[in-house]
């Protein structure tokens, strides 16, 4: 299982090392080695964070080990958006022991790796929870703006410092859009705009589920939320499958 695990995460990193969308041209040279060396770096950090997560809970021998087919049973009820207690009352199996699987699935499958590229804009958008502003990117995807990554805290300081004033005096605006220079390493304020509010509906209608969520746990639900955003149901089981050699 650690070896399926580890393949799957170094081919789908280095495809994405090797991908079109890592390389930026600058005076028509391409900085293939700056950019493979920074990029390795990070997919480095957030595989052995990852490999290292797996090993405090004991994936392998814990006394959470159940069989094959229960393990996939869990994975389906996850990918349909089932909590944990729900999960564990159609299985019969202890709540803390599903909730154990739930939050390796967490780890496993909530890394966004977001990749820029030089002079490239940036569409930022918020939701409001709580009286907390919680930025995120509209790219591909949408990506949760986290400080542990850090070229999104680069951003953060950048909004807190130039934008969010700026967003509490007008509710009308929801995005701002941003252009990064790798040189200057500073962002250039193209414009502010109205944003769908789809995200942020999804994200409202979903955490309503949980009756109240601890402020620790708001973000790893968020970040949840934005990844069933992102992705169909059976994307998430599939992946599962594959990862769990299933």
Same mark, same amino acid.
Request: proline fraction near 0%; charged fraction near 25%.
């Given at each position: 299982?650690?070896?399926?695990?580890?393949?799957?995460?170094?081919?789908?990193?280095?495809?994405?090392?090797?991908? #079109?969308?890592?390389? %930026?041209?600058?005076?028509?040279?391409?900085?293939?080695?700056?950019?493979?060396?920074?990029?390795?770096?990070?997919?480095?950090?957030?595989?052995?964070? /990852?490999?290292?997560?797996?090993?405090?809970?004991?994936?392998?021998?814990?006394? /959470?080990?159940?069989?094959?087919?229960?393990?996939?049973?869990?994975?389906?009820?996850?990918?349909?958006?089932?909590?944990?207690?729900?999960?564990?009352?159609?299985?019969?199996?202890?709540?803390?022991?599903?909730?154990? +699987? %739930?939050?390796?699935?967490?780890?496993?499958?909530?890394?966004?790796?977001?990749?820029?590229?030089? #002079?490239?804009?940036?569409?930022?958008? %918020?939701?409001?929870?709580?009286?907390?502003?919680?930025? +995120?990117?509209?790219?591909?995807?949408?990506?949760?703006?986290?400080?542990?990554?850090?070229?999104?805290?680069?951003?953060?300081?950048?909004?807190?410092?130039?934008?969010?004033?700026?967003?509490?005096?007008?509710?009308?605006?929801?995005?701002?859009?941003?252009?990064?220079?790798?040189?200057?390493?500073?962002?250039?304020?193209?414009?502010?705009?109205?944003?769908?509010?789809?995200?942020?509906?999804?994200?409202?209608?979903?955490?309503?589920?949980?009756?109240?969520?601890?402020?620790?746990?708001?973000?790893?639900?968020?970040?949840?939320?934005?990844?069933?955003? #992102?992705?169909?149901?059976?994307?998430? +089981?599939?992946?599962?499958?594959?990862?769990?050699?299933?």
């Amino acid at each position: 299982m650690i070896i399926s695990l580890i393949n799957w995460r170094i081919i789908s990193s280095f495809s994405l090392i090797f991908s #079109n969308k890592i390389f %930026y041209h600058d005076k028509e040279k391409f900085y293939f080695k700056k950019i493979l060396k920074s990029h390795f770096l990070a997919i480095f950090f957030i595989y052995t964070a /990852t490999m290292s997560r797996l090993e405090d809970k004991n994936i392998i021998t814990s006394k /959470t080990k159940i069989e094959a087919t229960k393990l996939k049973e869990i994975c389906y009820f996850f990918s349909e958006d089932f909590t944990a207690s729900q999960t564990s009352k159609k299985l019969k199996i202890s709540r803390q022991t599903i909730n154990t +699987y %739930y939050k390796i699935f967490r780890e496993l499958l909530f890394n966004e790796l977001f990749l820029i590229k030089n #002079n490239q804009n940036l569409a930022i958008s %918020y939701i409001k929870i709580n009286q907390e502003y919680f930025y +995120y990117l509209e790219d591909t995807n949408y990506i949760l703006i986290e400080n542990n990554n850090p070229f999104f805290f680069q951003i953060n300081q950048f909004l807190q410092n130039h934008i969010h004033n700026i967003f509490i005096k007008n509710k009308k605006i929801k995005k701002v859009k941003l252009i990064y220079n790798h040189h200057r390493k500073d962002f250039l304020t193209l414009g502010f705009f109205s944003s769908s509010k789809e995200i942020e509906i999804f994200v409202n209608n979903r955490l309503k589920r949980f009756r109240g969520i601890n402020k620790e746990n708001l973000n790893i639900h968020l970040k949840e939320s934005f990844f069933r955003f #992102n992705n169909q149901k059976e994307f998430i +089981y599939n992946k599962l499958i594959q990862i769990f050699n299933l």
